[in-house]
């Protein structure tokens, strides 16, 4: 299912969709309406209750000298081959693989809503702003921060877990703006390359019924890999919704 987003409330139109699922690219929103598949379920994070671990905390620590900047939706070239590196190594042959220039600069600047990048450097020389590194496309919403796609130098000798960084700099920039959540997309139950998505605590996951929040418990078993009807016997997939809202429709990819 998809909408055009534009005209003077665009921003407000993208918030109440992003609430029930919705992603967007550029100036469409979406979310997966599958016959027989409930497999695709929007996950957020809950940004001011955020409790990182031992080993988010070391990432914390390992890149708390990058320089970060918020900038305005404009497409660089250096953003640009970056990119070009990231999906080289991390998703050949994928979708985006063959993006050129103006591609890029279509899904940055075609935008109805607040959004900006934010642009990951390593530190300055003094003379010129230090090397991009990371980057992301996000944008600001009522209730949180969307990332809407985020990408970096998978082969940096000397800094690992860049991809995490990003997640754990936008939820401390969630709570220090005072806005609840971080949106991640839509997580697949059994996904290797989606499971990172699920380690980020407390994390709530779209249902039928609204929003719901995971259990120290049921996260765990998922983090390990953990069946789906191993989680589901913990029971706490059946409470009441956390805001009391409705969704008429399946999540789904």
């Known amino acids: 299912m998809f909408t055009e987003l534009k005209g003077p409330h665009s921003d407000q139109l993208n918030e109440a969709l992003g609430r029930i699922g919705f992603r967007r690219s550029q100036t469409v929103a ?28 070391r990432n914390l620590r390992r890149n708390e000298d990058l320089v970060t900047t918020e900038c305005r939706p404009w497409a660089t070239e ?4 970056l990119l ?23 899904m940055v600047e075609h935008t109805p ?28 919403q009522g209730d949180g921060l969307s990332m809407i796609y985020s990408f970096y130098d998978p082969e940096h000798e000397a ?30 139950e059994g996904s290797d390359r989606m499971r990172y998505k699920i380690r980020y605590r407390p994390m709530e996951r779209l249902t039928r019924d609204g929003w719901r929040r995971l259990s120290d418990e ?18 706490s997939l059946s409470g009441p919704a956390k805001d009391g809202s409705q969704d008429q429709y399946s999540i789904t990819e």
């Open 84 to 106: 070009q590196r990231y999906l080289g190594v991390r998703h050949p042959g994928g979708g985006m693989a063959s993006m050129d220039e103006i591609d890029y600069a279509d």
């Open 78 to 81: 250096e953003q640009f081959d």
């Open 159 to 188: 800094r690992s877990g860049l991809g995490n960084y990003i997640i754990l700099d936008h939820i401390r920039r969630a709570a220090e703006q005072g806005l609840p959540y971080v949106y991640l997309g839509y997580w697949v």
């Open 30 to 57: 979406y979310r997966p309406s599958c016959a027989n598949c409930s497999a695709c379920i929007s996950v957020r994070v809950v940004a001011d209750e955020f409790q990182p671990s031992s080993t988010q905390r």
């Open 218 to 235: 049921e996260q765990a078993a998922l983090i390990s890999g953990t069946s789906s009807a191993a989680v589901r016997e913990a029971g």
């Open 113 to 140: 809503v607040s959004s900006y990048v934010i642009e990951y450097r390593e530190p300055s020389d003094g003379l010129q702003p230090g090397r991009l590194i990371g980057a992301c496309l996000t944008d600001r």
